[in-house]
């Protein structure tokens, strides 16, 4: 059986694997040829591992492979009737996480600033590609209903990882069972391990570091206010 743990770029879905394999000692794969996370963090955290098999072999076998993919719902080798664990994040902060990561090498740059908004501009604006914008991700993922997604909100998953983690996992895989006693890391041990990867953490970075005219930018998108008006956010 394949569960897919999908999510638009930096929305939780890196930590949620790190969750679950401490949890439920279960290695896990991305849908990708490379592990790009894995190649700059260690397989460890997570046991990172290549795919065992091909997809419709590991969808045909009886032991659970979650399966990582910031992917859109309509994608090839995403068949109909997979199980899947959705992560959402408010947009704008997924915006604000995937263009500081994008534009790291170009901290202490005079014009990073301006660097950094152009990243963020060319993300909130982008259409092509298997992860497409974020309100069109998220949507792909929402029109699934056989069965439907188990959702996790980022705010959920950071405020308490091992029930939220064990949640979804119950409803999508329930022939698991957690170890009472693992430890999950806190995201300032993280932090202290990959600065670079793992930030704080926290909710509502668009606040302060989404200029105003990319707020704008990002309602205009009608996929964005549809899916953010979804997810509970304002």
């Known amino acids: 059986m394949i569960v897919w743990l999908a999510s638009y770029p930096r929305s939780g879905n890196t930590f949620f694997r790190i969750a679950l394999h401490r949890l439920y000692q279960v290695p896990t794969y991305v849908v990708y040829d490379v592990d790009g996370v894995a190649a700059r ?3 460890d955290l997570m046991d ?8 419709d072999e590991m969808r045909a076998s009886d032991e659970v492979h979650f399966v990582k993919t910031h992917r859109q719902r309509g ?8 199980r899947a664990i959705c992560l ?6 997924s915006v604000v996480s995937w263009a500081r990561l994008n534009t790291a090498h170009l901290s202490g740059e005079p014009d ?6 152009a990243e963020a501009r060319a993300i909130i604006t982008r259409r092509t590609g298997g992860t497409g914008g974020w309100g069109q991700n998220v ?7 056989s069965p439907e997604p188990v959702w996790i909100r980022f705010e959920d998953l950071i405020a308490d990882p091992r029930a939220t983690v064990e949640a979804a996992v119950g409803k999508a895989a329930p022939g698991l069972r957690p170890a009472p ?14 600065p670079g990867f793992f930030r704080a953490g926290t909710t509502g970075t668009h606040q302060t570091e989404l200029p105003p005219d990319l707020h704008d930018l990002f309602w205009d998108q009608p996929d964005n206010a549809t899916a953010m008006r979804l997810n509970g956010y304002r």
Do not use: C, K, M, Q
């Open 139 to 145: 949507l792909s993922w929402r029109a699934s209903t």
């Open 75 to 82: 994608d090839d080798v995403i068949a109909e009737d997979d």
């Open 88 to 93: 959402v994040r408010d947009g704008r902060d």
């Open 181 to 194: 006693d693992a430890p999950i890391p806190a995201f300032d041990e993280l932090n202290a391990r990959e």
């Open 41 to 43: 963090i260690g397989t």
């Open 48 to 55: 990172a591992r290549e795919r065992p098999a091909s997809f």
């Open 112 to 117: 990073y600033e301006d660097r950094f908004a």
